[in-house]
T-cell receptor, first 114, second 110 residues
């Protein structure tokens, strides 16, 4: 079946612009996660959704970052007034209900801030 | 901070077993060990998880020591497509946010 889909796959933008990244989770998956991966580093957690509520936003680095989710479907991560340090791959994952259900990842959006 | 320690890199000949170690000396009694891998330019892929018993699935085997302070992921017959960064993670449940360390870069060579 279809996996987690992210768009765009690549985004290049100028410093100061706003960007919106999209994640389509696996159908029926109630949990959705956003992570960030800087070049050569491991993943950093950003935010977790259960349904359309976000019980854990602890990883969002600043108030320039926000995310929302519509029902138990699409999520968007918005970065306002982008900075060069925002350059990274942004990865989305989803999982179904159950404590031992693994997270399934998309291939990410590679964001480059000029 | 990641609660695991892994060697930064390992090599393995194609067709041989790849044994990837992980130290998690501060693991608590109800925490699981789970492994993901990340092939270049792709998102991480779940491999396997375990609590205290050894586990095997179609991808790999997981051997956890009796004191649970370390574990080994075994790829029984490595192929070139197994070249990736392998992450060992501990946590209460797979649906928790995953805290990734720097992982082990496994290079499988012909």
């Amino acid at each position: 079946g279809a996996g987690v889909s992210q768009s765009p796959s690549n985004k290049v933008t100028e410093k100061g612009k706003d960007v919106e990244l999209r994640c389509d989770p696996i159908s029926g998956h109630t949990a959705l996660y956003w992570y960030r991966q800087r070049l050569g580093q491991g993943l950093e957690f950003l935010i977790y959704f259960q349904g359309n509520s976000a019980p854990d936003k602890s990883g969002l680095p600043s108030d320039r970052f926000s995310a929302e989710r519509t029902g138990e479907s699409v999520s968007t991560l918005t970065i306002q007034r982008t900075q060069q340090e925002d350059s990274a791959v942004y990865l989305c994952a989803s999982s179904s209900t159950g404590l031992l259900k693994p997270q399934h990842f998309g291939d990410g959006t590679r964001l480059s801030i000029l | 901070d990641a609660k695991t320690t892994q060697p930064p890199s390992m090599d393995c000949a194609e067709g041989r077993a790849a044994n990837l170690p992980c130290n998690h000396s501060t693991i608590s009694g109800n925490e699981y060990v789970y492994w993901y891998r990340q092939i270049h330019s792709q998102g991480p892929q779940y491999i396997i998880h375990g609590l205290k018993n050894n586990e095997t699935n179609e991808m790999a085997s997981l051997i956890i020591t009796e004191d649970r302070k370390s574990s080994t992921l075994i790829l029984p017959h490595a192929t070139l497509r197994d070249t990736a960064v392998y992450y060992c993670i501990v946590g209460l449940k797979l649906t928790d946010k995953l805290i990734f360390g720097t992982g082990t870069r496994l290079q499988v060579f012909p």
